[in-house]
């Protein structure tokens, strides 16, 4: 537990010390919506599947579904978090990455949307209980 909270440490010091490197690369990507998270700086830490973008190190989650997951663990909206962030992003939004609003409002739209999509596709791929299906548990 102690070693792990240790490699996590490193692994996030390592990370930051990317961020700059990542924002000059401008890798290119399929979907043009995933370009904020590159230039930015965030696919440094974060994947962000729906959009193609892999992260370099897989330090922070994925923000596919981001859009909920923040309400979910911090009690708070994406837009606030990204606003008033705590933990590991505290440190990088007030130090490493600089978000104007116009980015705050360009990604907290996009992970909005794909969250939507990706629920809806979701959705459909989960197939119906059939009649006969014994109980799962
Ligand atoms: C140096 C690594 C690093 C970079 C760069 C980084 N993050 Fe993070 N981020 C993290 C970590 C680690 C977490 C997990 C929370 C924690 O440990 O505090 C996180 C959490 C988040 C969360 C909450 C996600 C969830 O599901 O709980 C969001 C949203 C987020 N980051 C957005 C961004 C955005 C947008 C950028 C680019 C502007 C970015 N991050 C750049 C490391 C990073």
Known sequence: ?????????????????GVATAARAGAQQRDPRATIFVARGCSQCHGVWA????AKSDVGPDLTFAYVDVVNRYG??????LYNPTGVMR?????????SSADRDSITHILG????LHRAQLRQEIPPIAKDT????
């Open 51 to 54: 959009l193609g973008v892999k």
């Open 1 to 17: 537990m102690r070693w792990k909270r240790v490699t996590n440490a490193v692994l996030v010091v390592a990370a930051m010390l």
């Open 76 to 81: 708070t909206s994406l837009e606030a978090f």
């Open 134 to 137: 014994p109980s799962p548990d």
């Open 91 to 99: 440190l990088m939004l007030a130090s490493h990455l600089h978000l």
């Open 113 to 116: 949307r794909i969250y939507r």
